[in-house]
């Protein structure tokens, strides 16, 4: 069966739902009791509640969901197996290793998955257990085979050719065919050879006919369907940017420059079989280890880091334990990112830039379903909601905070996110030279809405209102659908701490309008001076019903051009 099959489960489509779907079987009673067609369907339930998974509501068994879910946590190390006396003779051999005995329990990497809390940890994470991942051969009966860093290789040999373009999901299906290390060059160049043969082909229609007929062969040998197969690639490449050791190029991924250090010991190093299964799987929960965890390794990245950023870094510094270094490595990584995220920052207004972001906005709200360089959007719209918002602001600029402290939620070496902002706090802070704006989005409807949101966009405003006493606070409120209860609580305006009244102003607008706001911006630039314009505007009517102020509001909108 193909590489692919591994870490590919398309039922765990992104690599981040791991590790909501970890925190799921930890905290709801699932740790260690997932061993019965009943804890499947619980946990499936479980799963769904938390948002990790869209139930069906046809009244089928959708147990078979949990069972995936399940099988992908163990492959990869974050949860053990259920395997007839494998944890006993692990713990024998390794009796540092802290894990209980009954099946589907977490390991040290799904503990180390649920608390990674920064970017750096999550990525750390992943990477250990793509590393450590190895199965059977099907090239090489008897033997044993390591999938990412094969991958790895053959994107080295790629650009030794000189191949500047990296892999994208289409190519990613030749290198998933393919289990035998000595095939790397090979399979670097049918990659090549697929590509002059697809360059020859004119228009989309005629390339997605060439790929079909190119690959098929490739994939009749594993007995599956071409869709099938075709399937794996995206989560494959997912999987593989959340390592952190790549970057997006474009619809392609390429090696991160920050990670050359790294990749090159991978690619000198690996692959490192365990032919013994106690010593496999001991790695495996335990933890791969990384080439960044040994101090020369660290020291090396650090120079790098040092002469692009032109710092220095002293011999006491140098002299530092690995975990002290690798904490400095991280710091420095984290100043390198700040100063690119400035970059990006400032690029956002471009007309190229304003488009892309409007594009995602119809995604999300379902207007626009073409468009294969959106497929990430689709598959996780709450993350690129909060995302394409903090960009769109990005964008209209004049930002006094840095664009870092102005999102709640993480991103990723490209800036692309990878979560939603935590609960406790704002999905956007935005400081303008005379206000600060508040910015919440949510693709919850109806009375679920007024429930999940009503009361922390009010509160969140209200924090933000006392850390910035000299200058005026607004909120504005983004969802799909407003619900009216919603919109109530946000004309009243009315919050109290304890006995303290505190009053907010709210704005409650829709996507489409937002949309609306974006295109506005697009034909005619403007300032956040006439985004706190458009804002007081909408405040004004609010003293009518909540069906009038609404429809004032969009009327504003509408209007926009004239404020």
């Not at 935590?422 to 109806?446: H, I, M």
């Not at 919050?495 to 706001?517: A, G, H, K, L």
């Not at 009518?544 to 009327?555: F, G, S, Y």
Request: glycine content about 4%; hydrophobic content about 35%.
């Amino acid at each position: 069966m193909s590489n692919f099959y591994v870490y590919g489960n398309t039922t765990v489509r992104t690599p981040l739902r791991f590790q909501k779907g970890l925190q799921v079987l930890k905290n709801e009673g699932f740790n260690g009791n997932l061993d019965s067609r009943q804890q499947e369907e619980a946990f499936k339930i479980a799963l769904n509640e938390a948002g990790v998974i869209q139930q069906q509501e046809d009244g089928k068994d959708t147990s078979s969901v949990a069972r995936k879910w399940r099988s992908a946590l163990d492959k990869t190390g974050f949860i053990t197996p259920k395997k007839k006396g494998l944890v006993d003779a692990v713990i024998r051999k390794y009796p540092n290793m802290k894990i209980g005995k009954n099946p589907y329990e977490l390991t040290d990497q799904g503990r180390r998955l649920i608390n990674a809390k920064t970017v750096s940890d999550i990525q750390d994470t992943l990477l250990r257990a793509l590393l450590a991942v190895q199965i059977p051969s099907d090239d090489c009966p008897g033997e044993i085979f390591k999938p990412f860093p094969f991958t790895i290789k053959v994107m080295d040999y790629l650009f030794k050719f000189g191949e500047s373009k990296g892999l994208n999901r289409t190519e990613l299906l030749i290198v998933g065919s393919v289990s035998n290390f000595n095939k790397v060059q090979e399979t670097a160049e049918q990659i090549i050879s697929f590509r002059r043969e697809r360059d020859k082909r004119k228009g989309k229609r005629e390339k997605t006919k060439f790929d079909r007929a190119y690959l098929e062969p490739y994939v009749n040998k594993f007995g599956v369907k071409y869709d099938t197969f075709a399937t794996y690639a995206d989560p494959n490449f997912k999987y593989m940017l959340a390592t952190g050791l790549f970057s997006r190029q474009e619809r392609r991924l390429k090696f991160n420059d920050n990670k050359i250090v790294t990749i090159k010991k991978i690619i000198e190093n690996e692959p490192n079989i365990y032919n013994d299964e106690v010593d496999y799987y001991y790695h495996l929960w335990k933890g791969y280890e990384l080439p960044d965890d040994n101090k020369e390794t660290i020291l090396e990245e650090i120079d790098r880091l040092a002469v692009k950023l032109n710092h220095k870094v002293s011999d006491d510094k140098r002299s530092l334990s690995p975990a002290d270094l690798k904490q400095l490595m991280h710091t420095m990584q984290a100043e390198d990112s700040n100063n690119q995220e400035e970059i990006f920052a400032r690029n956002q207004n471009t007309n190229e830039n304003i488009t892309e972001i409007i594009n995602y906005l119809r995604v999300i709200n379902g207007e626009l379903k073409n468009g294969e360089e959106y497929e990430n959007a689709r598959d996780d719209m709450p993350t690129y909601l909060e995302w394409s918002t903090w960009r769109a602001f990005l964008a209209i600029d004049g930002l006094k905070n840095r664009p870092d402290e102005a999102r709640g939620f993480n991103v990723d070496q490209d800036f692309y996110p990878v979560n939603t902002a935590p609960g406790g706090r704002p999905d956007v802070v935005l400081e303008f030279q005379n206000y600060v704006l508040v910015v919440e989005v949510t693709l919850t409807s109806s009375s679920r809405q007024e429930a999940a949101e009503a009361e922390p966009v009010r509160r969140h405003v209200v924090q933000i209102q006392e850390k910035y006493q000299d200058k005026p606070v607004y909120g504005l409120f983004i969802a799909k659908t407003l619900d009216n209860n919603t919109a109530e609580m946000f004309r009243t305006g009315l919050w109290y701490q304890r006995d303290q009244p505190y009053f907010v102003n709210i704005v409650p607008i829709t996507i489409s309008q937002f949309i609306t706001i974006m295109e506005e911006f697009l034909k005619n630039s403007f300032s956040n001076y006439q985004i706190e314009r458009l804002i007081e505007k909408c405040l004004i009517p609010r003293n009518a019903t909540v069906l009038l102020w609404k429809q004032e509001i969009d009327k504003t909108i509408k209007n926009y051009q004239l404020v």
